[in-house]
Antibody, heavy 119, light 110 residues
Framework: EVQLVESGGGLVQPGGSLRLSCAAS????????MSWVRQAPGKGLEWVSV???????YYADSVKGRFTISRDNSKNTLYLQMNSLRAEDTAVYYC?????????????WGQGTMVTVSS | QSALTQPASVSGSPGQSITISCTGT?????????VSWYQQHPGKAPKLMIY???KRPSGVSNRFSGSKSGNTASLTISGLQAEDEADYYC??????????FGGGTKLTVL
């Protein structure tokens, strides 16, 4: 079965760090472009970051310089390292697989992991 | 990276058709045929319903259809069913390897 399972969320103080993981099964993470998308409580979806099969990475302006997306091919796992966290980073974080042969969609989503930034 | 504009809510009766609009700019919706639509039930992950403006993934009902004109994309749901009640989000590729989502539309089936 093709699926994504996120972990690593939790409560962190402003200015702190957290690393999210997204374990994939049923497909190879390095063969697809993969993204992180977040959703603040009661709010809409916000694209956060992408990593392409070739390893190139890109970020939303709101997290550029603070977040780092990466992957471990041997573990078939995607990561999001989040530093200098702010209250406005509080959200459910989803990892999502890019649909092959198009930049038009994310076809597989994880269940999400909650990140709360608060003192 | 401003969010795409969607109506906050739409409603319809079972069996009816509804359309949700998604307005962007020439830098996102109008510039690429990379518009997708997602359905999200409360507490659940988003589900891909439409990609590349009008294509349906395998397993998605043909009651769901998508289109685009200029800077505005649309999702139409025909033959409304109770289980269609959910939040719907549009998303567009915005160039330079970035994506932008709409603010979301709450669909109520009366």
């Amino acid at each position: 079965e093709v699926q994504l399972v996120e972990s690593g969320g939790g409560l962190v103080q402003p200015g702190g760090s957290l690393r999210l993981s997204c374990a994939a099964s049923g497909f190879t993470v390095s063969s697809n472009y993969m993204s992180w998308v977040r959703q603040a409580p009661g709010k809409g979806l916000e694209w956060v970051s992408v990593i392409y099969s070739g390893g190139s990475t890109y970020y939303a302006d709101s997290v550029k310089g603070r977040f780092t997306i990466s992957r471990d091919n041997s573990k078939n796992t995607l990561y999001l390292q989040m530093n200098s966290l702010r209250a406005e980073d509080t959200a459910v974080y989803y990892c999502a697989r890019g649909l092959v042969a198009t930049l038009g969609a994310f076809d597989i989503w994880g269940q999400g992991t909650m990140v709360t930034v608060s003192s | 990276q401003s969010a795409l504009t969607q109506p906050a809510s739409v409603s319809g009766s079972p069996g009816q058709s509804i359309t949700i609009s998604c307005t962007g700019t020439s830098s996102d919706v109008g510039g690429y045929n990379y518009v997708s639509w997602y359905q999200q039930h409360p507490g659940k992950a988003p589900k891909l319903m439409i990609y590349d403006v009008s294509k349906r993934p395998s397993g998605v009902s043909n009651r769901f259809s998508g289109s685009k004109s200029g800077n505005t994309a649309s999702l139409t749901i025909s033959g409304l069913q109770a289980e269609d009640e959910a939040d719907y989000y549009c998303c567009s590729y915005a160039g330079s390897s970035t994506w932008v989502f709409g603010g979301g539309t709450k669909l109520t089936v009366l």
